[in-house]
């Protein structure tokens, strides 16, 4: 028992001890630690501080004095690259040696300053109205703004560089696109169209035009037909997918080359009844553009209208001063002629010619571009004017009976198909000269039309 006690006391003594020795022992163990970490990494063109080492003895700091370091380093911040720092220090006679990475990197990422975030574009053209500007720059590249890659992705532009070391900038502008014009539909020659019976209708067809300028004309259809055997009127229709349909009227009639419109202006008056009796003689039929001039002979206009010529109106008052002074004073002035047209007749005109026709300088005197805005505003509510190809020279002062007939009878031919002539119905000298003028013409087998909607419409050059 006693010897066990022993044996145990031993071992409890022997254990003290090795544990006192290991105490002793790591308590003045020597110990050289890095200050921060083994690999650096530190960013380029910065300045590297090497945070050194330091020493335990044990658990104990041990005093700087108390030992030497030499440090050797080829760290250079001004290159990417891996870099060494070697640590050589002596401690109590006894050499350790220590080793540092330091990774000198990059991985700041490019600028890139943009003049706009926004951008606007033509729809058309796609060209941008102020081009985006830019440029780059980079903490270590050199100039890199030739490596500026733009992508276009959903109405955004997207600028995107990457330096040398990878290290990407995205940034982003926003197509604005300006405004998309509108498509444009038109026909190709007028919207009225003559042909004569039995002559060929030439079909010149409809243009239709994007916002853009590119013309796409075969996406238009044509519906209607014409029949150019038959009198009439037909319409034809244009369309394209999207748009309002446009139409095209074109009438067919019987006008040959021999065909006149005889026309009277200013009356009716003092000599009127005699013209129509001369007509009747001849059984031909006139337009009569008729005005209130002479009031005490308005009741011929039923007359000239039951015997089947046409009524159209030329102005109520026929006085230059008031009715070039304005549009509206136009249009009153003719709309009171045109009352009385419809009393007489029971229905107004569409027809009508401008007093001294639409190529006269006159009215420049009372409104400039007078005759321009009547013609357009009258075209616009639908009315026709319609002026003349051969004068009868009947309203010169000098001119006779003698002198009109042959302005006529000698000029016809050159009229062609559309002979307008011009006459007054109030002069003596006309009244005389119409027989003759019908005889003449009658004989060389001319015919004779009144002017409707549908006529040749022969126009001067306004020229006011
Ligand atoms: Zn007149």
Redesign the pocket.
């Known amino acids: 028992m006693k010897k066990k006690i022993i044996i145990g006391s031993a071992i409890l003594f022997i254990l003290i001890v090795i544990i006192i020795i290991i105490l002793i022992f790591t308590n003045n163990k020597i110990t050289v630690v890095l200050n921060g970490k083994e690999t650096e990494k530190i960013e380029v063109l910065s300045s590297y501080n090497d945070k050194s080492i330091h020493v335990k003895k044990g658990k104990k700091l041990l005093s700087k004095n108390k030992y030497k370091v030499s440090i050797k380093s080829n760290v250079d911040t001004s290159k990417i690259g891996k870099y060494n720092v070697i640590y050589s220090i002596k401690v109590n006679g006894k050499k350790y040696d220590l080793n540092r990475e330091v990774d000198v990197v990059d991985t700041t990422s490019p600028e890139i300053v943009l003049s706009a975030t926004e951008v606007e574009r033509d729809y058309c053209t796609k060209k941008d109205k102020v081009p985006i500007t830019y440029t780059v720059t980079d903490n270590f590249d050199q100039d890199i703004n030739d490596k500026v890659v733009i992508e276009e992705k959903d109405d955004k532009l997207i600028y995107k560089v990457s330096d040398s070391s990878g290290n990407t900038t995205e940034k982003e502008v926003v197509i604005k696109y300006g405004e998309i014009p509108s498509n444009k539909f038109t026909l190709n020659g007028k919207s009225k169209v003559r042909v004569i019976v039995n002559k060929e209708y030439k079909e010149q067809g409809a243009s239709y035009t994007d916002g853009c300028g590119n013309k796409i004309d075969a996406k238009i259809t044509i519906s209607g037909n014409v029949n150019t055997n038959v009198e009439g009127t037909y319409t034809l229709t244009y369309k394209v997918d999207g748009m309002d349909s446009i139409n095209r009227t074109v009438v067919v009639t019987h006008y040959d080359p021999k065909n006149i419109y005889l026309t009277f ?2 009356g009716p008056g003092a000599y009127t009844r005699k013209v129509l009796s001369e007509l009747d003689r001849y059984g031909v039929k006139a337009t009569f ?1 008729v ?1 209130n001039q002479f009031p005490g002979y308005q009741n011929l206009i039923k007359e000239e209208h039951d015997k089947g010529h046409k009524i159209a109106v ?1 102005t109520y008052s ?1 006085r230059y001063k008031e009715v070039y002074t304005s549009v509206d004073n136009y249009i009153n002035d003719f709309n009171k002629m045109n009352e009385i047209i419809n009393e007489k007749t029971g229905s107004y005109s569409k027809l009508f ?1 401008f ?2 026709g639409s190529s006269n300088t006159v009215s420049r005197k009372f409104k400039e571009g007078v005759v321009t805005e009547i013609a357009s505003e009258m075209t616009n509510r639908g009315y026709i004017y319609v002026d003349w190809n051969l004068s009868s020279g009947d ?1 010169d002062v000098k001119s006779n009976s003698e002198k009109i007939i042959s302005n006529v009878v000698d000029r016809v031919d050159s009229c062609n198909y559309n002979c307008v002539i011009l006459f ?1 119905d109030y002069k003596k000298t006309t009244a005389n000269a119409i027989g003759p003028i019908l005889e003449e013409l009658t004989s060389r087998g001319y015919t004779f039309s009144t002017l409707d909607e549908n006529s040749p419409t022969v126009h001067f050059k306004i020229a006011n």
């Open positions: 202006d200013d553009f005005t030329h026929h010619r007093p001294g309203a007054h």
